[in-house]
């Protein structure tokens, strides 16, 4: 989900900020996101990297959006079932 020269896109920055904002450790945001911890600490310490361009990618039809996928991420950290 990387875009060119392996840089983040907006989603995985952003979804990186909101699952810090939960209190996930950097190890564990950046398993999710693709990158490493120390990147990680980076955007949540300054929060500069929020605003960054968006790759434009959209899901096929019928795929789940990234927003869809966070909430799926975040009830099986939380310990819900996938059907929940």
Not at 28 to 46: F, H, L, N, Q, Y
């Amino acid at each position: 989900m990387q875009g060119k020269h392996g840089h983040l896109s907006r989603e995985q920055k952003q979804l990186a900020l909101r699952l810090h904002a939960r209190g996930w450790r950097l190890v564990d945001i950046a398993k999710e996101i693709g990158c490493s911890a120390p990147m990680v600490g980076i955007m949540a310490r300054t929060g500069r990297h929020a605003d960054a361009k968006p790759f434009g990618w959209e899901p096929r039809q019928g795929c789940l959006t990234i927003d869809e996928r966070e909430q799926i991420l975040v009830g099986i950290n939380r310990g819900d079932t996938f059907t929940a």
